[in-house]
């Protein structure tokens, strides 16, 4: 029932920038955070940011802060993350997830780890290179 789809993705040369959108489904988006991941082959899965339900609260991994922003548009069910300034090491699988715990009262919370959510996008595929 609930649908999480990425788009956005795609071939970019180094310096350039992406948007990626995820359209969510199935769940009312103002009773979660979101989150972005990331998976390049032989690798683990590293969180690249979280948002709050409502916008209030974002974090970013040490490795993208300041180059990607994650923001939201609860109308349009959509989460996005804005990607600038990429490098090659950037290249990998981009997921995106809805937290497993409802929300409501406080927009405080963005979930932090793996287990902190309990559905997935497909992943999309991003690719830094000249």
């Known amino acids: 029932q609930v649908q999480l789809v990425e788009s956005g993705g795609g071939l970019v040369q180094p310096g350039g920038s992406l948007r990626l959108s995820c359209l969510v489904s199935?769940?009312?988006?103002?009773?979660?955070?979101i989150g972005w991941f990331r998976q390049a082959p032989g690798k683990e899965r590293e969180q690249v940011s979280c948002?709050?339900?409502?916008?209030?609260?974002?974090m970013h991994a040490d490795s993208v802060k300041g180059r990607f922003t994650i923001s939201r548009d609860n109308v349009k069910n959509t989460v996005y993350l804005q990607m600038n300034s990429l490098k090659p090491e950037d290249t990998a699988v981009y997921y995106c997830?809805?937290?497993?715990?409802?929300?409501?009262?406080?927009?405080?919370?963005?979930?932090?780890?793996?287990?902190?959510?309990?559905?997935w996008g497909q992943g999309i595929q991003v690719t830094v290179s000249s």
């Open positions: 997830a809805s937290a497993s715990q409802r929300e409501s009262g406080t927009d405080s919370y963005c979930p932090w780890g793996f287990n902190r959510y309990g559905n």
């Open positions: 199935g769940l009312t988006l103002d009773d979660y955070g």
């Open positions: 948002i709050s339900r409502r916008g209030g609260r974002i």
